[in-house]
């Protein structure tokens, strides 16, 4: 700046008078961009304060204390809803395995009817070659009733 003043053809005390006020400007500049910058760094702080209490408000109305809360619970959200999903594309398949094990506990209880048969028959079928047997022996009478009683 002085070299500048210079090639004007100013009077040096002219120029220093001239470089001592550009100082005092550019000091004053300084301090006051040193100030607004102090200031920026305060409303930055105030508005993060800000904005975390609006968070920490906004989560507390959720009732979770942070976001790695809300977060987990949108993941455990997220889980539920698959798992209905499945659970309604499996209904289907599941009433047409309700409807085969009716069909099989039906099924089971014909068999069971049919063993009781079986055995009430094989019982009858027993007793007859019984008699048959103590008739073919020639047992007549309380022996053959003896007998009978015996075999049974």
Known sequence: MREFLKGLELDGELIDTVMAEHGKLLTKSKESASNLAEQLKTAQAELQGMGEKAKAEHYGKLGVKDEKELDELLAKLEAV???????????????????EIEKMKADSDRLSGIDKTNAELQAQLNKYRLEEFIRSKGVTGNDAKLAAYCHS
């Open 81 to 99: 809803r698959q798992a209905e999903a499945q659970a309604e594309a499996d209904k289907p398949e599941i009433e047409k395995l309700r409807t």
